[in-house]
């Protein structure tokens, strides 16, 4: 694995994207939404919640000279399966597939920030293999779940390899949330068990 020298000025993206409503296509908000209740970061790193914005991220993602992508992948793997891909490869899978309008609009995302000459240098796609696309209001399913471990190991790796540090956030320290009004998994979760 190639290591990349960070310099003092990149701004890093992590992003989350996908739609909390459809089951494990919000694999990406949930696992970005993880990250940020675990890990504190340097200011030249920005932890984003990009649900299905689409084409509403391209300021975003021009501002960025490296970018992490946590998203619900159909790779054709075992559900729950991570994988990670990088550079170019990246948009193949974004493209490749497609399980929602959302993957539509990152495709997009990424070309038009290639367009208006501003790309980042580096990307990185931290996918999972989802289980079920159709349950509508219901949370991850569980291998899906057991999937955001790894894939936050994963990131805090590839954020290694671009020389940051992700530090563990001191034991009742969740920072402010990502998600309110009762979105975020924690309360969402409680909710569709009710």
């Avoid at 003092?8 to 459809?22: E, S």
């Avoid at 790894?150 to 956030?169: C, D, K, N, S």
Wanted: glycine fraction near 10%.
């Amino acid at each position: 694995m190639e290591t990349t020298i960070q310099t003092a000025d990149a701004r890093i993206l992590v992003l989350g994207i996908g739609n909390i409503l459809w089951a494990d296509e919000g694999f990406g908000v949930r696992a970005v939404e993880e990250f940020h209740r675990r890990y504190l970061l340097p200011p030249s790193v920005t932890v984003l919640d990009g649900g299905t914005q689409g084409l509403y991220l391209v300021q975003f993602v021009r501002e960025a000279d490296q970018l992490l992508v946590f998203d619900a992948i159909d790779y054709g793997l075992e559900p729950g399966t991570v994988k990670i891909v990088r550079d170019d490869e990246v948009p193949k899978f974004t493209g490749a597939k497609k399980m929602s309008l959302h993957q539509t609009g990152f495709q997009e995302v990424l070309s038009a920030a290639d367009l208006l000459g501003s790309y980042p240098r580096h990307l990185a796609l931290v996918g999972c293999q989802p289980l079920d696309l159709e349950d509508w209001g219901g949370p991850l399913t569980s291998p899906v779940r057991a999937a955001l471990e790894p894939a936050l190991e994963a990131a805090v790796q590839i954020l290694a390899e671009w020389g940051i540090v992700a530090t563990p956030r001191p034991e009742g320290d969740e920072g402010v949330g990502l998600l309110s009004h009762d979105i975020d998994s924690i309360s969402f979760e409680r909710r569709a068990g009710e």
